[in-house]
Nanobody
Framework: QVQLVESGGGLVQPGGSLRLSCAAS????????MVWYRQAPGNELELVARIINGGSTNYADSVKGRFTISRANAKNTVYLQMNRLKTEDTTVYYCQLITGGINNWGKGTLVTVSS
């Protein structure tokens, strides 16, 4: 069973930065994909950023140039560095680990961008 624990959320002013972390534990394949999603109330789940083992990354257009996803394989951890945050980035961010054809989810961490 895989467990994912997100951390790093909080309150930040517009233009500020936060770094989210997602630590994975349990049994899973070394070859996997890790993804950050977000979902604001009343909105659909949005893929924010994705990274595969080889380091290839994808980003939502809304965060390109501001967010950076990275991973530390030795720590089974994925990060999301969020810079130049905007009020519209306010929502809960979820981590997903795709391994062995199974999607595993964390419980989320709240990011609030407000002055």
């Amino acid at each position: 069973q895989v467990q994912l624990v997100e951390s790093g959320g909080g309150l930040v002013q517009p233009g500020g930065s936060l770094r989210l972390s997602c630590a994975a534990s349990g049994s899973f394949f070394n070859v996997n994909t890790m993804v950050w999603y977000r979902q604001a109330p009343g909105n659909e789940l949005e893929l924010v950023a994705r990274i595969i083992n080889g380091g290839s990354t994808n980003y939502a257009d809304s965060v390109k140039g501001r967010f950076t996803i990275s991973r530390a394989n030795a720590k089974n951890t994925v990060y999301l560095q969020m810079n130049r945050l905007k009020t519209e980035d306010t929502t809960v961010y979820y981590c997903q680990l795709i391994t062995g054809g199974i999607n595993n989810w964390g419980k989320g961490t709240l990011v609030t961008v407000s002055s």
